[in-house]
């Protein structure tokens, strides 16, 4: 069987050094902010060009943690709307409603998956305060059309990069040379969920930005509001980096870029060696500005297909099978229609993608696709 994911496989190399860490942090009995959270801050900083790194305790606490900085500053307000792409995983929605302020949902493009900038003037209203650009399945969304409608409109633009570190753009922000995600907006949001692209061995976070008076305000909302001991200036909460998951990280993020790489070359075999008309291979320009977390392919019959290759030995997933507006917790929304979005999330079907994927797994994957016509031409022959 080959494992839509293999974390045990993927951690592998990096067993021995994460050993001695552990060890490490154990003899110096600090478990919680301290120097590994300290240097991996630094270090992860460094990596996306930007002037701050604040470790947090999971992806989507570092969006909420955004939207609340930014209410702390006065920047936002309660009640505000932002805009975000209908097609989204749920969790970007939760993190808006969670800071009391209003999601608008908006179409993606369904060649790319990321939310359409042509769509985005006509759902601006007096209300509008700030666009959550979500880089989906690991490739950047269009920020130079998305970050000039901004400017136009006085709005923030935030990134939830939680799926695409290391993604490069050819936009430049403001003055800054450094283009990777988290660097191409006011804030980023970053899951280090295992399954990620630079993932822990348990839940993790970041925000990044350039802003430091926004970094302040989130190192202490992190914190229970407070920057001194028993002192509290917010009402904040407790979402913090662990010492152990940093020091984790900082072992893994000198490896992500060629692991980045590894899964772009088997992103290009895909779309170069699958060649079936019932399946629609991604858009990519072969740029860096997709790190491929996941490699998403699109059939009619998608239900069919994965049980094909389910068949075949290939465990796939659907990512995801329920848009936001359909979900039980949205009832409000239940009536409303997306029909790009509910298109997509009816059709696609995630392949297997990882740095561990052998030459002869990705072989029989291709293999296996390409006969996935043959099968039906059979049964309806």
């Given at each position: 069987?080959?494992?839509?994911?293999?974390?045990?496989?993927?951690?592998?190399?990096?067993?021995?050094?994460?050993?001695?860490?552990?060890?490490?942090?154990?003899?110096?009995?600090?478990?919680?902010?301290?120097?590994?959270?300290?240097?991996?801050?630094?270090?992860?900083?460094?990596?996306?060009?930007?002037?701050?790194?604040?470790?947090?305790?999971?992806?989507?606490?570092?969006?909420?943690?955004?939207?609340?900085?930014?209410?702390?500053?006065?920047?936002?307000?309660?009640?505000?709307?932002?805009?975000?792409?209908?097609?989204?995983?749920?969790?970007?929605?939760?993190?808006?409603?969670?800071?009391?302020?209003?999601?608008?949902?908006?179409?993606?493009?369904?060649?790319?998956?990321?939310?359409?900038?042509?769509?985005?003037?006509?759902?601006?209203?007096?209300?509008?305060?700030?666009?959550?650009?979500?880089?989906?399945?690991?490739?950047?969304?269009?920020?130079?059309?998305?970050?000039?409608?901004?400017?136009?409109?006085?709005?923030?633009?935030?990134?939830?990069?939680?799926?695409?570190?290391?993604?490069?753009?050819?936009?430049?922000?403001?003055?800054?040379?450094?283009?990777?995600?988290?660097?191409?907006?006011?804030?980023?949001?970053?899951?280090?969920?295992?399954?990620?692209?630079?993932?822990?061995?348990?839940?993790?976070?970041?925000v990044t930005t350039n802003d430091t008076e926004l970094a302040k305000v989130i190192q202490s909302l992190r914190n229970y509001g407070s920057e001194e001991k028993y002192k509290n200036e917010y009402v904040g909460i407790n979402s913090r980096l662990d010492e152990l998951q940093a020091a984790f990280l900082s072992i893994k993020l000198p490896h992500l870029d060629t692991e980045n790489n590894i899964r772009r070359a088997i992103a290009n075999r895909y779309i170069s060696e699958?060649?079936?008309?019932?399946?629609?291979?991604?858009?990519?320009?072969?740029?860096?500005?997709?790190?491929?977390?996941?490699?998403?392919?699109?059939?009619?019959?998608?239900?069919?297909?994965?049980?094909?290759?389910?068949?075949?030995?290939?465990?796939?997933?659907?990512?995801?099978?329920?848009?936001?507006?359909?979900?039980?917790?949205?009832?409000?929304?239940?009536?409303?229609?997306?029909?790009?979005?509910?298109?997509?999330?009816?059709?696609?079907?995630?392949?297997?993608?990882?740095?561990?994927?052998?030459?002869?797994?990705?072989?029989?994957?291709?293999?296996?696709?390409?006969?996935?016509?043959?099968?039906?031409?059979?049964?309806?022959?």
């Amino acid at each position: 069987m080959i494992k839509f994911l293999d974390l045990r496989k993927i951690n592998e190399p990096y067993e021995v050094a994460f050993q001695e860490k552990l060890k490490s942090v154990l003899e110096s009995g600090w478990y919680i902010l301290g120097k590994e959270v300290v240097a991996f801050e630094r270090h992860f900083a460094t990596y996306c060009g930007t002037k701050h790194c604040i470790g947090v305790g999971n992806g989507f606490d570092a969006l909420v943690l955004i939207f609340k900085g930014y209410i702390q500053l006065g920047k936002l307000q309660k009640g505000d709307e932002v805009i975000v792409p209908a097609n989204t995983y749920i969790a970007s929605i939760l993190a808006i409603l969670q800071a009391d302020l209003v999601p608008v949902l908006v179409e993606p493009r369904l060649e790319t998956y990321n939310i359409n900038p042509d769509l985005i003037a006509e759902k601006i209203t007096s209300k509008t305060k700030a666009i959550l650009v979500v880089h989906l399945y690991g490739q950047l969304a269009e920020m130079n059309p998305i970050n000039k409608i901004a400017h136009q409109h006085n709005l923030m633009v935030i990134e939830d990069a939680a799926q695409a570190h290391g993604a490069i753009s050819d936009f430049r922000f403001q003055i800054s040379d450094f283009i990777k995600s988290g660097n191409l907006s006011g804030a980023a949001a970053f899951s280090f969920y295992p399954g990620k692209n630079l993932g822990t061995l348990g839940d993790g976070g970041a925000v990044t930005t350039n802003d430091t008076e926004l970094a302040k305000v989130i190192q202490s909302l992190r914190n229970y509001g407070s920057e001194e001991k028993y002192k509290n200036e917010y009402v904040g909460i407790n979402s913090r980096l662990d010492e152990l998951q940093a020091a984790f990280l900082s072992i893994k993020l000198p490896h992500l870029d060629t692991e980045n790489n590894i899964r772009r070359a088997i992103a290009n075999r895909y779309i170069s060696e699958i060649k079936n008309d019932k399946i629609i291979l991604p858009f990519w320009d072969l740029s860096d500005n997709h790190v491929f977390h996941l490699f998403v392919i699109r059939t009619e019959k998608r239900d069919e297909l994965q049980q094909f290759l389910l068949d075949n030995g290939i465990q796939t997933m659907i990512h995801y099978p329920i848009p936001p507006h359909q979900q039980k917790a949205f009832l409000a929304w239940n009536h409303l229609s997306f029909p790009i979005t509910e298109k997509i999330h009816n059709e696609i079907l995630s392949l297997p993608m990882s740095p561990v994927l052998t030459i002869k797994e990705v072989d029989f994957i291709i293999k296996i696709l390409n006969q996935y016509l043959d099968s039906i031409n059979k049964c309806n022959g």
